[in-house]
C-alpha cells in the first residue's frame, strides 16, 4: 500500500503561484508515476499532470501547459506541483494519485487540498 498526503493548497489572487506538494510513504518502490487531478463540485475529476517515477517523464493538460510544472525529489518521495499565472478556472480541489505500472489506473488517493484562486 502507499498513502499520499497533500499539502500547499490555499488562497490566491488571479496571477499568482501556488506550490502543492505530495509525499508518498508505504510501498514507494514500487510506484511507476505520481499524477496530479483536480475536480470542481458536480463536474468529473479531470487529469492536470503526471510525472514517472523512474525516467522523469513528464504530461501536461491544455488547459495547464506552460503554467504548471510538475516535479519530484525521490529523497523525500515527495512530487511537486508548481503553478503559475493561476486564473479563477484553476479554483478545485487537486488530488495526489499513484500508481504501479504504465497501463494500471491510479489506484491510490490523497485526501485533497483546495486551491481557490479570486479574480
Known amino acids: 500500500q502507499v498513502q499520499l498526503v497533500e499539502s500547499g493548497g490555499g488562497l490566491v489572487q488571479a496571477g499568482g503561484s501556488l506550490r502543492l506538494s505530495c509525499t508518498a510513504s508505504?510501498?514507494?518502490?514500487?510506484?511507476?508515476?505520481m499524477g496530479w487531478f483536480r475536480q470542481v463540485p458536480g463536474k468529473e475529476r479531470e487529469f492536470v499532470a503526471r510525472?514517472?517515477?523512474?525516467?522523469?517523464?513528464?504530461a501536461y493538460a491544455n488547459s495547464v501547459l506552460g503554467r504548471f510544472t510538475i516535479s519530484r525529489d525521490n529523497t523525500k518521495n515527495t512530487v511537486y506541483l508548481q503553478m503559475n499565472s493561476l486564473k479563477p478556472e484553476d479554483t478545485a480541489v487537486y488530488y495526489c494519485a499513484s500508481k504501479d505500472t504504465a497501463w494500471s489506473a491510479y489506484d491510490h488517493w490523497g485526501q485533497g487540498t483546495q486551491v481557490t484562486v479570486s479574480s
Open positions: 508505504g510501498r514507494t518502490f514500487s510506484l511507476y508515476a
Open positions: 510525472i514517472t517515477w523512474s525516467s522523469f517523464a513528464t
